[in-house]
């Protein structure tokens, strides 16, 4: 906890900061191994974000307070690493790591003293502490009109002459740039002295007024029949017609009236409504638009799922070239990435081991220019960070080409550094014919890389291993699915130091010969897809015994990654992606993690993982009824404009549709699109059905993309990928990924085969939701 200390004037420490950093202050800003640019660094009124110039980004020069990981005193970052230890003093240095590939902002200062203000203001700003007029304050404004924070800005960069008022040719302006057709004939009626246009200076709005104007102009067509199909046809919903509106349309049992009581208190902005205990349009319209009208289920925020069963009953989140930030030719290797990862949720990440100066191992991508980490720094890191966001295991892919004295090392600091994370002494290896779960190896590191057998001596200097060293009794199937994937497989042979060896807690095996429980294989792509072509079946019955790793082909020197979706199909747990490449295969990952409160394990389908299941057969699961989805889109919501547009917010209006895409099982994988509507980016209305049918809705995602229809193409505008299990019924926004305000209405209704609505998809009562909305308040 932070304390509040008081300066002699009795100004506390901390509003001294606040004062200091919004008044700004002149530092250097370090890149590279250049000499550093000279900047003026200053927090923005709101106490929302940091913010710089000059510099050729303009307004978007800036990191919000919210997107800052931690803040390092000193010179602790690789930026300053590259400098002369002399040229700084340390008492003037600090980074700031921020954003989702936890990238450095690394600063120095022309004294210590200006170097700790900005260091304690940070931290007191991160710790979400602040004063009546700056978080609290936003918070409250935020929960009551949710649609004009985003635009206080823009409103100040309208206003060209500065007099506080914007005239009608200000206002036209600024609707372009919100991307909304500018209509004379609404904005006219809109200016009557009766509506927005209130005061003596007729013909302009001032900010308060152009509040009032575009809360008229963003009020929902969908929303307002919606509520007036619940409440008679009255400007409001009672308590009754909520619950109605719960139990029908959200598929919510158990809703009672003094939960229905909760939602007009929290969300209800007009203290007449509030007296009378109703909901009007804006509360209405405040709460659908909070996590409660969220399509994204709210329990599947945190591990729900068994998580006792063996591990190669999950699917595990992994990452390949874990290291790499961009290319495997040229890019730059960094240890921030392990750090990036594993606070993404993944729990297998790779680490790439060569001989380096100096007797240190170091971290790279072998026989290429990319440059080199040390593996010491490596495993610091991942000790830091491996737990932070959740308790369930580590898996640390070894990669090892270094020579025996140099495994020395690589022991050394695997038992120093992560001490009791890799001791497995209190899991009986000899007892679990299966690998032990998830729950059981909580806290621990399991690291994987090839292992010497167990005759060899721990004293000995050296020992050979080669993927036909194992012997293991097999059941005559184990043997039988094991020679079927084993003709497809290269076998390999090279020196392990014994102590390294011991290190070791799970041992991998290119072959698929003689395996054990403990054993596990990885694969590039282009075998795992040889092998699924031939034998889809006997691959997904592997793959219920053994951990199988999937990386993608040595051809992708671009960290290019494969579609994921088929290898999960046949069952395979460690399907490895680039996560320095941003995109669909990505996007596609996180949806699937985020199923189980992104904790890097998804317990698989039970076809997959017990009897017999092809994925490749038009009839996978015989006997079992099919599912249909049918989604109803409605309307848009401040669409914003592609952005590789050429002119930015001075571009065209956009003319958006939505394609809705099912990736699963061959057999249910298909898209369908909406109408395009023209000239509307902020509120366009669409209100088609699509409808699909499913045979495993398990394993199945659904993607939701928006597009701006050209006449020579189609420009991306943004996406939002869920998992089908994740879905709630009803009516629920769909937020685009990245994007604060941007979202689809839309309506989910889920039935079987025979057309009987499925309520399994809804929530069994309402206090989940009620907590969820509390949490968020």
């Keep these: ?118 260091i304690t203001g940070l931290k007191y700003l991160m710790a979400g502490i602040s004063d009546e007029d700056s978080l609290a304050k936003r918070q409250r404004k935020r929960d009551q009109y949710p649609l004009l924070c985003h635009y206080v800005q823009t409103f100040s960069e309208a206003d060209k002459n500065g007099d506080g008022n914007l005239s009608l040719g200000e206002v036209l302006q600024l609707l372009h740039k919100l991307n909304w057709l500018t209509l004379t004939l609404i904005l006219t009626f809109s200016f009557h002295p009766q509506k927005a246009d209130t005061d003596d200076n007729q013909g302009s709005l001032a900010f308060e007024e152009f509040c009032t104007f575009y809360k008229m102009m963003s009020t929902r067509r969908g929303l307002y029949l919606i509520m007036l199909s619940y409440s008679n046809n009255k400007e409001f919903m009672d308590l009754n017609d909520l619950v109605r509106f719960m139990e029908n349309e959200q598929k919510m049992a158990g809703v009672t009236r003094e939960y229905c009581l909760e939602i007009v208190s929290q969300f209800e902005p007009c203290s007449q409504n509030l007296q009378n205990m109703v909901l009007g349009i804006d509360g209405f319209t405040n709460y659908m638009r909070s996590p409660a009208g969220d399509i994204f289920k709210p329990d599947h925020h945190h591990v729900h799922q068994d998580m006792t069963q063996p591990l190669c009953n999950y699917f595990i989140a992994s990452s390949h070239n874990t290291y790499l930030t961009g290319d495997q030719l040229l890019s730059e290797s960094r240890v921030d990435m392990y750090a990036y990862v594993l606070q993404a949720g993944c729990r297998c990440v790779e680490v790439d081991c060569w001989d380096g100066p100096d007797g240190e191992p170091i971290v790279h991508h072998g026989y290429t220019l990319t440059s080199k980490i040390l593996f010491k720094d490596v495993i610091e890191t991942i000790n830091k960070y491996a737990f932070t966001k959740n308790q369930y295991p580590v898996i640390l892919s070894i990669e090892n080409h270094c020579t025996v004295p140099q495994q020395k090392k690589m022991a050394e600091y695997l038992l120093e550094v992560l001490q009791d994370k890799v001791d497995l002494s209190t899991v009986n290896m000899n007892e679990f014919r299966k690998l032990p779960s998830p729950e059981l190896l909580k806290g621990k590191i399991l690291v994987k890389g090839k292992k010497l057998p167990a005759n060899i001596d721990d004293d000995a200097e050296e020992g050979d291993v080669s993927d036909e060293d194992s012997e293991e009794e097999e059941d005559e199937d184990d043997t039988q699915i094991n020679t079927d994937v084993r003709t497809l497989l290269p076998t390999r042979s090279f020196s392990i130091l014994p102590r390294l060896s011991v290190c070791l807690n799970l041992c991998v095996f290119w072959s698929a010969a003689y395996l054990t429980s403990w054993q596990v294989s990885s694969l590039n792509e282009s075998i795992v897809n040889q092998i699924m072509a031939l034998k889809p079946a006997q691959l997904v019955r592997f793959n219920q015994r053994q951990l199988l790793r ?49 904790c890097g394990y998804l317990l698989k389908p039970r076809c ?28 848009g919501q401040q669409l914003p404009k592609p952005k590789d547009s050429m002119l930015g917010d001075r571009g065209e209006i956009i003319d958006p549709f939505v394609e809705v895409e099912i990736i699963g099982l061959p057999i249910d994988c298909c898209k369908q699109q909406t ?103």
């Design 1 to 118: 906890m932070l304390c509040v200390w008081l300066t002699p004037c009795g100004l506390s420490a901390v509003e001294r900061c606040m004062c200091t950093m919004q008044t700004g202050t002149q530092m250097t800003k370090l890149k590279g191994k250049k000499k550093g640019l000279v900047r003026f660094f200053y927090l923005d009124e709101h106490k929302s974000c940091i913010r710089w110039r000059p510099s050729r980004k303009h307004d978007k020069a800036k990191i919000t307070i919210d997107s800052i990981h931690e803040v390092c005193e000193g010179k602790k970052s690789e930026i300053f690493q590259r400098y002369a230890d002399s040229r700084f003093d340390p008492n003037c240095c600090f980074s700031i790591y921020h954003g989702d590939h936890v990238e450095s902002l690394d600063l120095v200062s022309t004294n210590g003293d200006e170097a700790r203000t900005w």
């Design 550 to 598: 999937v990386y993608p082909s040595n051809y992708r020197v671009d960290s290019s990654n494969f579609n994921p979706q088929p290898f999960w199909n046949a069952g395979c747990h460690m399907v490895a992606l680039n996560y320095q490449t941003e995109g669909r295969m990505l996007e596609l990952n996180r949806a699937k993690f985020s199923t189980n409160g992104n």
């Design 608 to 635: 997959m993982n017990k009897g017999f299941f092809n994925p490749t057969l038009e009839d996978p699961l015989p006997g079992q009824s099919k599912t249909q989805l049918v989604l109803k889109i409605i309307s």
């Design 675 to 777: 109408r395009v509507v023209d000239d509307n980016g902020f509120n366009p209305m669409w209100e088609e059905s699509l409808v699909f049918t499913l045979h495993m809705t398990q394993i199945a995602l659904v993607r939701f993309q928006v597009w701006d229809h050209d006449p020579i193409g189609q420009n991306f505008i943004g996406q939002r990928t869920i998992a089908f299990v994740s879905m709630m019924p009803g009516y629920r926004h769909v937020y685009l990924e990245g994007m604060e305000e941007a979202s689809i209405f839309v309506h989910v209704a889920v039935n079987d085969i025979t057309g009987k609505v499925g309520l399994s998809t809804g929530l069994s009562f309402a206090l989940p939701v009620l907590l969820l909305l509390k949490s968020k308040a």
